[in-house]
């Protein structure tokens, strides 16, 4: 799972960011509201934990330009204000928790489960699908055309992305860094490599043509016929 912790108190950062990673979540992380927005608003993390007093831009301007443009990440909110209020301002503007400094770490760590598995619920026992393809979220099988597709981790995960994007232009980057995460050994190439594993394998079955490559910027996929 892919988390972004956005937060201007360096020793809290980095006790995050540890706490986390020992519990093996993916984690990036930033200590100024626009880098911080930059890395949110490509929709390629699971969780997002935000302080509200962020230098450049803050926490409930980050939430509410992401809200804005469609990106519904969960959010849990980190804030030294403790009134109603302040509880109230943040949830309004698009959080999905609160969490008042300075707090346990328990309690952190159970918060983002509770984010995680309100985020799943029956989203993720839904079958994705688009066309003639259908993916189960239980194992890395596909149909195409009602033709069973033996799926390895890497191109389950490529094709869910670009269904949960169908008809978007996705980059290159925003498939890597969602896809194989940020701090992955690989690089982009593998973008390409994978789209050519998968375009083979529904090539059987006549669905090769919905993944459409976009000269110099990435993919999307599209089916014959579908209007964007």
């Known amino acids: 799972m ?13 006790a995050i960011v540890a706490v986390l990673e020992d519990e093996h979540y993916q ?9 911080g927005y930059a890395l949110a608003e490509q929709g390629y993390y699971d969780l997002l934990v935000l302080d509200i007093m962020l230098p450049g831009m803050d926490g409930l301007s980050m939430i509410q330009s992401l809200r804005k443009h469609g990106i519904r990440t969960p959010c849990l909110f980190l804030t030294a204000r403790d009134s109603i209020e302040a509880r109230v301002k943040g949830l309004d503007a698009g959080a999905d928790d609160y969490l008042v400094k300075p707090f ?29 393809l259908v993916l189960s979220p239980d194992d890395c099988e596909a149909t195409c055309n009602g033709t069973l597709i033996k799926l390895t981790s890497k191109e389950y995960e490529l094709l869910a992305y670009l ?11 925003q498939i890597f ?20 594993y998968l375009r083979k394998k529904l090539n059987a079955c006549g669905c ?16 014959e016929g579908a209007h964007v």
């Open 2 to 14: 892919r988390v972004l912790v956005v937060e201007d108190d360096a020793h809290l950062l980095d």
């Open 27 to 35: 984690v990036d992380y930033a200590e100024h509201g626009h880098e």
């Open 104 to 132: 346990a770490i328990d309690e952190l760590l159970a918060r983002l489960r509770a984010l995680h598995r309100r985020k799943k619920g029956p989203a993720e026992e839904t079958p994705l699908t688009y066309g003639g």
């Open 163 to 173: 269904i949960q994007h169908k008809e978007q232009i996705v980059k290159r980057d």
């Open 177 to 196: 860094n969602r896809v194989w995460g940020l701090d992955s050994n690989a690089n982009e190439t593998a973008v390409d490599l994978y789209v050519h």
């Open 208 to 223: 090769e043509s919905y993944i459409r490559t976009v000269r110099s910027v990435g993919y999307m996929l599209k089916a």
